[in-house]
């Protein structure tokens, strides 16, 4: 089971996910995320994994397609809630980077 929580605040997308993203679920998150950056453009997601309970190789696959589409339209994608596999306000890539709270987000994308 995994539930998408999707809200646009001050020029980011806050995508907030729960449960396990595997194959079986993936489908969910690739066909929400992805029609909603492309229809609108979106350049700032911000995916807070903190109530994952797993992910699997299709649930990264997922998030990195996510990235390259991001990255497409000139933006950045923000990880929140990968701190025990990260240290804490990193940039990973030019593009993407990892935060332990959805607020650092804005100061990340400069609003």
Do not use: P
């Amino acid at each position: 089971m995994l539930d998408i929580d999707m809200e646009f605040k001050h020029g980011i997308l806050i995508v907030r996910l729960k449960g396990v993203l595997n194959g079986d679920t993936v489908s969910l998150l690739k066909s929400d995320l992805e029609m909603v950056i492309k229809d609108n453009g979106i350049k700032y997601v911000l995916l807070n994994l903190k109530k994952l309970s797993y992910i699997d190789n299709y649930g990264l696959e997922a998030i990195k397609k996510s990235y390259e589409q991001i990255v497409n339209n000139k933006g950045k994608l923000i990880l929140c809630g990968i701190d025990k596999i990260f240290n804490s306000n990193q940039i990973l890539t030019d593009n993407l980077y990892q935060v332990n709270e959805e607020v650092t987000a804005y100061e990340i994308v400069n609003i």
